[in-house]
């Protein structure tokens, strides 16, 4: 962050300021999100019938499988850290790619559970849709909305472990600097707690 | 670097420390499967987002090193946290007590 | 404030202005980390935008001159009072001071030579660009300008079929741009401040900033997934708000007042900590009360998250709800209060100069008491179903926005341009500015109060004849005001090609760091970092002023 086209000398690095800035930027993830969680709340608050009978066409088997991948990505993204911290970058690289390959693991899976969705006709403004009740109108509405930014942010860190997984190999991270990859891990872990909220919420209403 | 010991708190856990947390993450995720199918009345929804919370804190405070971040971090997510729960809180001061149609 | 290793004047050093980077002419001002730089930027585009908005409140007012038509149909009508406010708000009030001299001086107000992020920074102005365009977009393109006003309430949000999404997406964009500025403010606090500058020595502009930078982050997602939704809403047909789908039209008003309270104090925040800077030099008195100041500012921040309901009391909201919200929001205006009580504190007995800076800066209280004041009024609840959605609100929070925010905007213009640019404005006529300029807006707006009691609505095209007198004054009012405006401007600009320079350090006897550097300032602002041993605002009956005089 301390590249300065200044000749001057003071370029200084100030890894604690990145960490900092980095969580404030995810207190705005968090927040965003956040909106959406108080949508659900009032919605599941006012519809409790409607989002009851709505969670049961959802696979919980696939969301247990998917919450299980993405909790191990956040594993092998915080061990790829530990790695370079004791100069393995061989072995920090390939927990960076494992982070990624399980990534798409778990989009493959958003994929066919989308698409069955999408088969059974439950998709916005679709006719099967439409005719349920309003609560089950809201809770698909949301269910695509907040899996779909979560998504979108899966995509997102994939792009972003990827670009750190070539700054790896190119020892632009190294042992003794290596705050992007510790910013790109922050952004990763939120990506997953996340997750710990929207499984329940959505997958295991009984 | 003059300033390599500012620049690196001493986030170094252990290889084994990772692996402890995912291995209650995933137990974690297991109780929370298991006991969905029980029916605890009105306490369901409050079970599931406990066991959801201490996820988030094992996430936040191992996987994130929050634990070895100097305190303005955690007084941070402390502020984050509160304002997200005032906007809940008075939220429902509206919509617990609505009375429509 | 010592500083003796600072005021060594290294003969190389050029100004900002005159810094040559790695890019020469425009693009070293378009790819320029430079905080200065990039505060020099918006100022120039918060500036064209701020005409633009104006040009279109100008056009509003001559439209209510009379009942009926006068110059429009009511559709360009409903247009044109959204792109006023969506302009206006989120175009120029919010980004407003933080963006423009937060940028430029809270790095030198601390002792540092940037913001943390410099990088981040400039991708927030370009983020602020490309929304401004997208906002220009929605007036130009096929379909017609959003006529929803700038809330965008649903339902009518996703059935009209004006641009609405993308003046949407603008708004979106200029949020993450705000939130930027804010992730950068608070880190720049945190981990560059001088050595010696401890958290209460910060002047008191820092903790304004610094307050609002907090709301910026907490606050600004909010509304950027609320808007985001009902572009998701209109394009998809998801069911979230609309109540043909289900949804709940009075939570997506709840989701945008979560976020657009908060704004309000984003918008005013920064302007009361202009007030504190300029009041103790003007008045050569040590600032009365710094620390209830600056935990105002803090107070500020936490209860203005606390109240955002206030806006909707006759939405259709519990008993208990209201009840609660009406409360709190009594219990926002004590800090606001105990801002107002310390400035006037430090004016007593003080050596007041009356300069163009103090006038708007007493402008600035006098009008802030009233928009403040009226602000209580609404909050409670008996008086609010009497006045909601009449022009006393619009009255209410232009006193707040304009005669505040903007008369703040203004004085720290005056204040700091002279440091920003090494010229000196002409004086006398803006002295006579801001007299017009303060008749034209009290004409302007305070009919507005009264016609509002009486129950003139807000955003009518058309009205009842007895409500005519105090719409022909107010838009008399415009016919001041305005004029003013492009004068004020006129100033500045002949100011900058043909205004007398200004080399002194310390134009008006300053405390604060930013006197304590060349005029205009050097790239990096410091030769060498400063020491703070000092409390900002240290006057000693002018004794500090007179010591600065001398060593020159």
Redesign the interface.
């Known amino acids: 962050?301390s590249i300065?086209?200044?000749a001057?000398a003071?370029i200084?690095?100030?890894?604690?300021?990145s960490?900092?800035?980095m969580?404030?930027?995810l207190?705005?993830?968090?927040?965003?999100?956040?909106?959406?969680f108080?949508?659900y709340?009032?919605?599941r608050?006012?519809?409790p019938q409607d989002f009851h009978l709505a969670a049961k066409e959802l696979n919980?088997v696939i969301g247990?499988f998917n919450?299980?991948i993405l909790?191990?990505s956040?594993?092998t993204?915080?061990?790829s850290?530990?790695a370079i911290?004791r100069r393995q970058k061989t072995l920090s690289i390939i927990f960076q790619l494992i982070t990624i390959l399980l990534a798409f693991g778990f989009m493959v899976n958003k994929y066919f559970e989308w698409g069955a969705k999408f088969h059974h006709g439950i998709y916005?403004?679709s006719d099967t849709l439409?005719s349920k009740?309003?609560?089950e109108?809201?809770f698909?509405?949301?269910y695509?909305?907040m899996t779909g930014l979560h998504g979108l942010h899966v995509i997102i860190g994939v792009v972003i472990i990827a670009f750190m997984t070539v700054f790896t190999l190119r020892d632009v991270i190294t042992h003794?600097n290596y705050?992007k990859l510790?910013a790109a891990?922050?952004y990763w872990?939120l990506v997953?707690?996340i997750w710990?909220?929207l499984?329940?919420?959505f997958y295991?209403i009984? | 670097?003059e300033?390599?010991s500012?620049?690196?708190?001493h986030?170094?856990?252990?290889?084994g420390v990772?692996?402890l947390?995912?291995l209650a993450?995933?137990a974690l995720?297991g109780i929370?499967?298991a006991v969905?199918?029980i029916?605890f009345g009105r306490i369901?929804v409050a079970t599931?987002?406990t066991?959801?919370s201490i996820?988030?804190y094992l996430?936040?405070t191992?996987?994130?090193?929050l634990r070895s971040?100097?305190k303005?971090?955690r007084v941070?997510?402390g502020v984050?946290l509160l304002?997200?729960i005032i906007?809940?809180v008075l939220?429902?001061t509206d919509?617990?007590f609505i009375v429509r149609n | 404030m010592s500083n003796e290793n600072t005021l060594s004047n290294n003969e190389n050093d050029v100004s900002y202005l005159e810094y040559k980077?790695?890019h020469s002419g425009i693009l070293g001002w378009l790819l320029s980390?430079d905080h200065k730089r990039i505060g020099l930027l918006y100022l120039i585009s918060l500036s064209v935008f701020l005409i633009v908005g104006v040009t279109f409140g100008f056009l509003m007012r001559l439209e209510l001159l009379t009942p009926g038509r006068t110059i429009m149909d009511p559709q360009t009508y409903n247009s044109i009072f959204t792109l006023h406010g969506v302009i206006m708000i989120f175009l120029f009030v919010v980004p407003g001071l933080p963006a423009v001299f937060g940028n430029f001086f809270l790095p030198i107000l601390i002792g540092a030579?940037?913001v943390?992020?410099?990088?981040?920074n400039l991708l927030s102005w370009y983020l602020y660009a490309v929304g401004g365009l997208l906002a220009i977009l929605s007036i130009l393109l096929p379909g017609g300008p959003a006529d929803t006003g700038w809330t965008f309430y649903i339902p009518y949000s996703v059935r009209t079929n004006t641009n609405v999404i993308p003046a949407l997406f603008a708004a979106f964009i200029l949020g993450f741009s705000s939130?930027l500025t804010?992730?950068?403010f608070?880190?720049t606090v945190?981990?560059?401040r001088a050595p010696g500058m401890d958290w209460f020595k910060m002047p008191l502009s820092v903790w304004s900033l610094y307050a609002t930078a907090w709301v910026q982050?907490?606050?600004?997602?909010?509304i950027?997934?609320?808007l985001l939704?009902v572009a998701?809403?209109r394009i998809?047909?998801?069911?979230?708000f609309d109540p043909a789908?289900?949804?709940?039209p009075v939570?997506y008003q709840?989701?945008f007042w979560?976020y657009s309270h908060p704004a309000v104090y984003i918008m005013i925040l920064p302007a009361m900590g202009v007030v504190s800077e300029i009041i103790p030099v003007f008045a050569h008195r040590t600032i009365f009360g710094y620390r209830f100041i600056a935990m105002s500012s803090i107070a500020i921040a936490l209860f203005g998250s606390l109240v955002w309901a206030h806006h909707m009391f006759t939405a259709g909201m519990s008993d208990t709800g209201q009840l609660i919200f009406s409360l709190l929001t009594m219990i926002v205006a004590i800090p606001s209060a105990i801002k107002v009580f310390n400035w006037v504190a430090t004016l007593y007995k003080g050596s007041i100069d009356l300069q163009p800076p103090m006038l708007y800066v007493l402008a600035f209280i006098f009008q802030f008491s009233i928009g403040g004041l009226t602000g209580v009024m609404q909050g409670v609840l008996s008086v609010d179903i009497q006045v909601h959605d009449t022009s006393f609100i619009v009255a209410h929070f232009h006193y707040v926005m304009f005669g505040g925010t903007g008369f703040g905007f203004f004085a720290a213009l005056h204040y700091w341009f002279p440091k920003m640019f090494g010229k000196m404005y002409n004086i006398k006529l803006a002295k006579r500015v801001f007299w017009a300029m303060f008749v034209g807006f009290n004409t302007l707006y305070f009919p507005m109060f009264i016609m509002g009691w009486l129950g003139m609505p807000r955003r009518y095209y058309d009205y009842l004849p007895e409500y005519q007198i105090y719409h022909v004054i107010s838009t008399i009012g415009s016919w001041i005001l305005v004029p003013a405006l492009f004068l004020m401007f006129g100033n500045f600009i002949y100011a900058l090609f043909k205004g007398a320079k200004v080399t002194e350090k310390n134009v008006w006897g300053g405390e604060t760091l930013e006197w304590q550097i060349a005029t205009p300032p050097v790239?990096?602002n410091f030769i060498d970092i400063p020491i703070v041993t000092e409390s900002p605002y240290q006057y000693k009956d002018n004794e500090l002023v007179l010591q600065t005089q001398e060593a020159k």
Request: avoid cysteine; charged fraction near 10%.
């Open positions: 962050m300065q086209h200044t001057a003071h200084h690095r100030d890894d604690v300021a960490r900092m800035g969580w404030l930027f207190f705005t993830e968090l927040l965003l999100f956040g909106g959406m108080i949508l709340s009032v919605y608050f006012t519809h919980t247990t919450t299980a909790l191990t956040s594993l993204m915080a061990l850290i530990a911290q916005p403004g439409l009740p309003s609560g109108i809201l698909f509405g949301l695509y909305v003794d705050v510790e891990g922050l872990h997953d707690i710990i909220f499984f329940p919420l295991l009984t | 670097m300033n390599h500012k620049n690196h708190s986030n170094q856990h252990g290889y990772y692996f947390v995912w993450l995933m995720t929370t499967v969905a199918g029916n369901t599931a987002l066991i959801a996820k988030t996430v936040l191992i996987f994130m090193h971040e100097s303005t971090f941070f997510v984050a304002f997200l906007s809940f939220l429902f919509y617990s | 980077g790695k980390t030579r940037d943390a992020f410099p990088r981040l939130i804010g992730v950068n608070v880190t945190h981990r560059m982050i907490l606050a600004t997602p909010i950027g997934i609320t939704l998701v809403e998809f047909g998801v069911g979230l789908l289900g949804g709940d939570l709840h989701l979560i790239h990096e």
